[in-house]
């Protein structure tokens, strides 16, 4: 592995891993993941027009598995429209679409979030579907966390309109042991912990500006820090048609909690390499992991 790929946020090589580096092949074989990034609106068709061209930008680069961003296909001030647009698991337009692009592309998919049917009638679960390089559904995770926010006559509140998820979920894929988590979950470290040992987090969002700008990265890096873990964070980032500005910053992110791909703004695709090595190679120096005392919390 080249030394580019250990770096800090210096772009040095971390003393205490020089050694470690030169332990590592040559021949390894690095796994690309992709973050994709979007400015969705209203409209779902142009949405998913836009959807199918990064999706294929991401996978001629190369790229094993692409997430996409929280609202991907449907973004709109009126409620109402992610209510009618809800699919039962297993049919639907949106769900088509992801099945036939992953088949297609030959490339897993994390399929950001769509609105599919709560419990209660008034309510929908914004859930994440992930589907395998031959296009099948293999995990489902419904955002546990729903975001509330008010502040200078900005005002969120998720849990009037949205079912709350209550099952972690986590799944093995070609690029390893994946978490997911959605957005507003970032900031609650026990579901990640929860997770137990997994190699990728994908976090499809949709940051405000406003709370993006403040803690956005902080988090993210965090979270990759704490589980040492790669973490692909798939964001909406621009103005949306409707008015609605959010803060974007797609990245990916590795176990060190170095920051490999980021786009701050507009649609478009990070890619960047897993490395396997680089995972053991963080673990073995800092055990942080296996130092953790359950029992005690």
Known sequence: MP????????????TFLVSEVHKISNAQQFLKIAALQTVSGP???????????????AAARGARMVALPEYFALMSPDETDRFRAREHEG????????????????????????????????????????????GNQVARYDKIHLFGFKHDGEHYDEASSIEPGARI???????????????????????????????L???????????????WETLLRARAIENQCYLAAAAQGGLHPYGRRT?????????WGDILACRPEGAGVVVADLDPERLAVVRRCLPALNHRRPELF
């Open 43 to 57: 409209d779902v068709a142009a949405n998913l027009a836009v959807a199918d061209e990064l999706i294929s930008e």
């Open 3 to 14: 030394p580019e790929h250990v770096t800090g946020s210096d772009g040095k090589v971390p």
């Open 91 to 134: 049919h639907g337009p949106v769900q088509d679409f992801l099945s036939e692009a992953a088949a297609r592309h030959g490339v897993w998919i994390v399929g950001g979030t769509l609105p599919l049917p709560a419990d209660a009638p008034d309510k929908t679960r914004n859930a994440t579907l992930v589907f395998d390089d031959q």
């Open 201 to 215: 987090i994908v976090l499809p969002a949709a940051f405000t500006h406003t709370t993006g700008q403040a803690h």
């Open 247 to 255: 803060w974007g910053h797609s990245m990916i992110i590795d176990p």
């Open 169 to 199: 979920v986590c799944f093995d894929s070609p690029v390893g042991r994946v978490g997911l988590a959605v957005c507003y979950d970032l900031r609650f470290p026990e579901l990640f912990r929860a997770m137990g040992k997994v190699d």
